[in-house]
Structures are given as structure tokens and as C-alpha cells.
């Protein structure tokens, strides 16, 4: 997810009763909730970036580290100031367990979180470099930021009247959060075992079948799928009237079957990145001979888009 989404969800969690565990107890559960994406120092790698994100920072052991380092920081920080003078007197005593517990919720709500889109993240990283994907929620789901943010406002305005109505409250929307979450995960899996059975009816047998969730639109679906080397797209509604387009039923060609792929992954930074990534990989050649690889997922309907990686075709012979 997006990095205010995860913030937010550090928020929610600090108002539930953590940040009052230790002094510094809120900045910390908001940068845990964050930390595992330091990874995103790689981006200036541009596509080849997709090989590095989402992965080791992601994963079991940056799981138990990265609290622990966290913890150490602020407990520093803290004593820095106490030092210079500028510790701020109403700050409560600073707790090295209760902080390193506050980072390890964190933490691990990142991943989590993480694993509701169809990007994608290796939680098993360095062990496994299995892709793991939720398909729940758009990477960023404008409907969930209005309740966390609203929801820690409320919070907020009740911690005036008293702590329990400050905890009463997160718990609340924390509740809330998850039951939406929960239905969107129902949502999907419903779309993607109907998806499932219409294509089976119409002879096609598929390897894959993703219910996309839609930007803005949590409770739609776009139903992408692939198999007998062919791949197809289909909004949801399309299978209540059970007349999803020929096109989309029949599929076209996904190119993957094209030799010229293996040389790309072999001579081709990009290309080997963008297809350890891929998770719905498509091809084509452009008129001068190009490849171009693209994830069904991201390029609409294989008319371009920013997850696209061009290999020259003099890279190909």
C-alpha cells in the first residue's frame, strides 16, 4: 500500500492505547509502519528496482531486526536530547521493551498490508522469492484513508474527554477497517471462483485468474485471466449476465511463448527484472523487431502503460 496508508494504520494503532505504553511511542509505531519500505532507495535503479522491492525488508528476518533497531534509535534519540536539554518535559519515560514491541506491530502490519494488493510482496525473503498476492484492495484505496484519517481524528477529539473514549474509539474504527477489508476479500474471491467456472464452461482452462480490484471503485473487479497460453480481460458484472465480449472469453495470444525471451532475461537487466516481478507477463514485437514486455495487470489491455520494458532487437540476436 501506499505510505500515507500505512501511516495511518501506525496511527490507528498508536490511538488503540500503544503510543501511552512508552514516551515516543506514537513516533515509533508510525515510522515502523513505514520502515520496511527503506527499500525504496533502490527506486533510482528505475525498472530494475522490481527485483529489490518488496523483499528482504519484507520478510522474517528484517521482521525481527528492523523493531529492534527501531527501538534502539529512539531510545538514542531520547537520550540525546536528555543530554542537550531539549527532552520536552511533558514527554512520559521511554520504555525499551514496550517500544520495541510497539515496532514490532508496526512492523508487521506492513507486509501485511502489503500483501492485500495485486503488486505483490515476497514475505518469505531471503528464503523464497515467491511472489504473495492478496488481491483485496487497489494499491491505494482512497475509501480506506478517509476512514483511518477520519477515524484517528475522532480518536483524537475524544482523547480530550478521557483515554478511554481516545481507545474506545480507534477500536472502533480498527474494527471497521478490518471489516472492510474482510469484505473485499470476499468480493474478490467469490469474482475470481465465478471467473473460474464461466471460463471453464466456455471450454477455457485457466492457469490464473486475478479479480483486479478498481481504482475508486472497491466494490468492482476486473477480471483478467490466463491460460492455454492466451490471456483475457472482463469486468465483473459482465459474468451476471453470463455474456462477458467473445473476445474477452476466447482471449488473445500472450506472446510468451516467443524464444526471444530467454536471450532478454539473459542479456537484459531490465527485462530479467521486470519478469522475476511479473506476475501476469505479456509480449509482443513492435514493427523494428523490439520485444516488449508488459504485466497484464498494470498495461490496459497491452496498449502501453508504466510497467513496460522495451528490448532492442539488435539485444536479440
Same mark, same amino acid.
Given at each position: ?12 494503532? $498508536?490511538?488503540?492505547?500503544? /503510543?501511552? /505504553?512508552? %514516551? ?45 533497531? +527501531? *527501538? ?77 484519517? %477520519?477515524?484517528?481524528?475522532? *480518536? ?32 474478490? $474471491?467469490?469474482?475470481? *471462483? /465465478? ?12 492457469? +490464473? ?17 490466463? %491460460? ?26 500472450? %506472446? ?62
Amino acid at each position: 500500500m501506499d505510505n500515507l496508508t500505512h501511516s495511518m494504520v501506525g496511527a490507528v494503532l $498508536g490511538q488503540m492505547g500503544l /503510543k501511552r /505504553k512508552s %514516551g515516543l511511542g506514537m513516533a515509533t509505531i508510525i515510522i515502523a509502519a513505514n520502515i520496511p519500505d527503506i527499500d525504496a532507495t533502490c527506486t533510482f535503479l528505475g525498472t530494475q528496482s522490481l527485483a529489490m522491492r518488496r523483499g528482504l525488508t519484507h520478510g522474517p528476518i528484517a521482521m525481527l531486526l528492523l523493531p529492534l533497531a +527501531l *527501538a534502539a534509535i529512539m531510545v538514542g534519540v531520547d537520550r540525546w536530547q536528555a543530554r542537550r536539554g531539549t527532552r520536552p518535559q511533558s514527554r512520559p519515560p521511554v520504555r525499551f521493551l514496550w517500544l520495541w514491541l510497539i515496532a514490532q506491530i508496526g512492523t508487521l502490519s506492513h507486509p501485511a498490508f502489503d500483501w492485500l494488493n495485486s503488486y505483490g510482496v515476497r514475505l518469505l525473503s531471503p528464503f523464497s522469492d515467491q511472489w504473495f498476492h492478496g488481491d483485496t484492495l487497489f494499491i491505494i484505496d482512497i475509501w480506506l484513508w478517509v476512514l483511518l484519517i %477520519g477515524g484517528y481524528l475522532w *480518536a483524537r477529539r475524544g482523547e480530550r474527554i478521557d483515554s478511554a473514549h481516545m481507545m474506545k474509539r480507534a477500536r472502533i474504527i480498527f474494527t471497521i477497517a478490518s471489516a472492510y477489508i474482510f469484505s473485499n476479500g470476499v468480493m474478490t $474471491g467469490v469474482a475470481e *471462483a /465465478k471467473a473460474t467456472d464461466w471460463l471453464g464452461i466456455q471450454g477455457m482452462e485457466a492457469d +490464473l485468474v486475478v479479480a483486479n480490484p478498481r481504482r475508486f471503485l472497491p466494490w468492482r473487479r476486473e477480471i483478467l485471466w490466463r %491460460g492455454m497460453g492466451r490471456y483475457g480481460a472482463f469486468p465483473w458484472s459482465a459474468l451476471d449476465t453470463q455474456t462477458p465480449e467473445t473476445s474477452a472469453a476466447l482471449g488473445e495470444p500472450t %506472446g510468451m511463448s516467443d524464444p526471444a525471451i530467454s536471450l532478454a532475461k539473459v542479456r537484459d537487466e531490465d527485462a530479467r527484472a521486470f519478469l522475476f516481478w511479473s506476475r501476469m507477463p505479456l509480449s509482443r514485437r513492435a514493427e523494428n523487431g523490439d520485444l516488449i514486455l508488459m504485466d497484464q495487470r498494470f498495461s490496459d489491455r497491452m496498449t502501453g502503460g508504466s510497467f513496460t520494458v522495451r528490448v532492442p532487437a539488435d539485444a536479440l540476436k
